[in-house]
C-alpha cells in the first residue's frame, strides 16, 4: 500500500489493487484504528468515516491543499 503523504499524524495512501475495473480516483487516510476515504475528484466525499466532523474537515483541508501531489501518485502508481 504506497503511501502518498503523511501529515499530522494521518498516513494517506491508495491499495495497490483497486478492483477490476479499477475504482474511481481516491485516497485512504488512517490514524490508529481509524479510516476513511476521499475521492480526487470534486467533489470530495468521505463516505467511509471514522473521525469526528472537525478531524474530516482538516482532512479534507489537506485533500484539497496536497491535490496535485495526492493525483500524480495515483498516476505514477497506477500509470494512467
Same mark, same amino acid.
Given at each position: 500500500? +504506497?503511501?502518498?503523504?503523511? $501529515?499530522?499524524?494521518?498516513?494517506?495512501?491508495?491499495f495497490s489493487n483497486e478492483? $477490476? +475495473?479499477p475504482e474511481p480516483l481516491h485516497i485512504h487516510v488512517k490514524r490508529g484504528?481509524?479510516?476513511t476515504i476521499s475521492g480526487l475528484n470534486l467533489p470530495y466525499r468521505l463516505p467511509i468515516v471514522g473521525f469526528n466532523p472537525r478531524e %474530516?474537515?482538516?482532512? %479534507?483541508r489537506v485533500v484539497e491543499d496536497n491535490h496535485?501531489?495526492?493525483?500524480k501518485a495515483w498516476h505514477d502508481h497506477f500509470g494512467n
Open positions: 500500500m +504506497p503511501v502518498a503523504l503523511r $501529515q499530522g499524524g494521518l498516513r494517506y495512501y491508495f478492483g $477490476q +475495473p484504528g481509524r479510516t %474530516l474537515s482538516n482532512i %479534507l496535485d501531489l495526492l493525483l
